[in-house]
């Protein structure tokens, strides 16, 4: 006797299927699902905040502030040549231009870069760079 319905192609669970199809989905669309351990109070307001629209690109921004990518400033990543992270904190690149400020050749310098030294020197050097 045959059953009634779609014909049944896969031995998961309908709900396991859906799992694995939002999975794939979110892969190939390069989301990537991030697990954090933080106070109570935070993960709150970070759910909540997470359903506006301006959530992703003013997160994007903020990350953009605390984190340096090492690799589009090349002065910077001649002076972080021992390190293999490809970010590190803002106030740590501030830290290797000020304390190797004899080995940045300024004239090589290029306007994202001196953009981005005087960005860190205001915030973190109170507009000073200690050479």
Not at 5 to 16: A, I, V, W
Not at 68 to 80: K, T, Y
Not at 81 to 91: D, F, G, K, M, V
Request: with cysteine; net charge positive; aromatic share 6%.
């Amino acid at each position: 006797m045959r059953t009634r319905g779609r014909p049944k192609t896969s031995t998961l669970p309908r709900d396991e299927q859906l799992r694995r199809a939002k999975r794939t989905r979110q892969r190939e669309a390069g989301v990537v699902d991030v697990q954090l351990a933080m106070p109570q109070a935070l993960a709150l307001k970070l759910a909540a905040a997470r359903g506006t629209a301006q959530f992703l690109p003013e997160l994007d921004a903020m990350l953009d502030r605390m984190l340096v990518r090492v690799a589009d400033f090349p002065q910077l990543r001649d002076l972080a040549w021992n390190r293999s992270a490809e970010l590190i904190p803002a106030t740590e690149a501030f830290a290797l231009y000020e304390r190797n400020w004899h080995f940045v050749e300024a004239a090589r310098l290029d306007d994202g870069e001196r953009a981005l030294i005087e960005r860190l020197k205001i915030e973190f050097g109170h507009g000073v760079i200690n050479c």
